[in-house]
Nanobody, 118 residues
Framework: QVQLVESGGGLVQAGGSLRLSCAAS????????MRWYRQAPGKQRELVAA???????NYADSVKGRFTISRDNAKNTVYLHMNSLKPEDTAVYYC????????????WGQGTQVTVSS
């Protein structure tokens, strides 16, 4: 069984930076994709960024140029580097791992709160 543990959330002023981490434990199959989502109060969960086994990435338009997703395969950890944070980035951030040939394995972390004050 794979477990995902997020960390790095907190309170930051607008314009500041945070780095979120998501550490995966257990047997992780390839190929896989790791994604960050976020959910603000009263809103639907939305995809923020993704990184795939081969290293390719994609981002939501709202975070392009400000957020960077990266992974350390040796540590089974994915990071979300968040710069130039805005109050609208305030949300609970979740990481998600999908793995296997058909992405049949699907795991979520418990979430970490990010609050950006104006």
């Amino acid at each position: 069984q794979v477990q995902l543990v997020e960390s790095g959330g907190g309170l930051v002023q607008a314009g500041g930076s945070l780095r979120l981490s998501c550490a995966a434990s257990g047997s992780i199959f390839s190929p896989n994709a790791m994604r960050w989502y976020r959910q603000a109060p009263g809103k639907q969960r939305e995809l923020v960024a993704a990184i795939f086994s081969g290293g390719s990435t994609n981002y939501a338009d709202s975070v392009k140029g400000r957020f960077t997703i990266s992974r350390d395969n040796a540590k089974n950890t994915v990071y979300l580097h968040m710069n130039s944070l805005k109050p609208e980035d305030t949300a609970v951030y979740y990481c998600r791992l999908r793995a296997g040939t058909l992405y049949e394995y699907d795991y979520w972390g418990q979430g970490t709160q990010v609050t950006v004050s104006s």
